[in-house]
């Protein structure tokens, strides 16, 4: 199973972005997804998650400004993100948690690369 997250870049404040994560492989089913990011020298905090029922939980901070959505046939996640401010500059990792395959229904965690998101003043 892989995670392919991309959508990421630099913009202006009060500009927009929107990153897309797919999961691929032999997959049977995928519990919760989400979004996580890093700043420079701060902690990996959680931005957004989505259940396969798809309630979605958000960070304080982005609430009201992100939308986090999903399409369980293509086991993909989309991350809308409006008036962006330069705190929201960070490295963005998507995640997929609960993942059983095909081959093997024992559920699993998985982590996608991270897609930088700058957001310039």
């Known amino acids: 199973v892989q995670l392919q997250a991309s959508g990421g870049g630099l913009v202006q404040a009060g500009g927009s972005l929107r990153l897309s994560c797919a999961a691929s492989?032999?997959?049977?089913?995928?519990?919760?997804m989400g979004w996580y990011r890093q700043a420079p020298g701060k902690q990996r905090e959680l931005v957004a998650s989505?259940?396969?029922?798809?309630?979605?939980n958000y960070k304080d901070s982005v609430k009201g400004r992100f939308t986090i959505t999903r399409d369980n046939a293509k086991n993909t996640i989309y991350l809308q993100m409006n008036s962006l401010t330069p705190e929201d500059t960070a490295v963005y990792y998507c995640?997929?948690?609960?993942?059983?395959?095909?081959?093997?229904?024992?559920?699993?965690?998985?982590w996608g690369q991270g897609t930088l998101v700058t957001v310039s003043s």
């Open positions: 995640t997929a948690s609960g993942v059983a395959t095909w081959s093997d229904r024992n559920e699993y965690d998985y």
């Open positions: 492989g032999s997959i049977y089913s995928v519990r919760d």
């Open positions: 989505i259940t396969a029922s798809k309630n979605t």
